[in-house]
Nanobody, 123 residues
Framework: QVQLVESEGGLVQAGGSLRLSCAAS????????MGWYRQAPGKQRDVVAV???????NVAESVKGRFTISRDDAKNTVYLQMNSLKPEDTAVYYC?????????????????WGQGTQVTVSS
């Protein structure tokens, strides 16, 4: 099977920085898009940034210029560098990956989620 494991988030002061990582492991043939989402209390889960296998990137307007997404395909890992953090960035952050598995002469494509990690930004 496939598993996504995120690094720990944390508590940071406004204006500070934090880097999240998410490593995929298991029976992986190929990883397509990888991304980060976040969910604040009482709100829906929203996309933060997505990076495709070809390196195309989309970033939410609310974090553009402050957050950077990158990936290391040799390590099956996606990163989210968060700078100039604001209290409104406080949320549980989830990584997501579209992963292709090969099993029994068949290819299976599924979306997988990390366990979520809390990021809290104090004012």
């Amino acid at each position: 099977q496939v598993q996504l494991v995120e690094s720990e988030g944390g508590l940071v002061q406004a204006g500070g920085s934090l880097r999240l990582s998410c490593a995929a492991s298991g029976s992986i043939f190929k990883i397509n898009a990888m991304g980060w989402y976040r969910q604040a209390p009482g709100k829906q889960r929203d996309v933060v940034a997505v990076i495709t296998s070809s390196g195309s990137i989309n970033v939410a307007e609310s974090v553009k210029g402050r957050f950077t997404i990158s990936r290391d395909d040799a390590k099956n890992t996606v990163y989210l560098q968060m700078n100039s953090l604001k209290p409104e960035d406080t949320a549980v952050y989830y990584c997501n990956a579209n992963i292709v598995r090969y099993s029994g002469a068949y290819y299976f494509s599924n979306a997988y989620w990390g366990q979520g990690t809390q990021v809290t930004v104090s004012s």
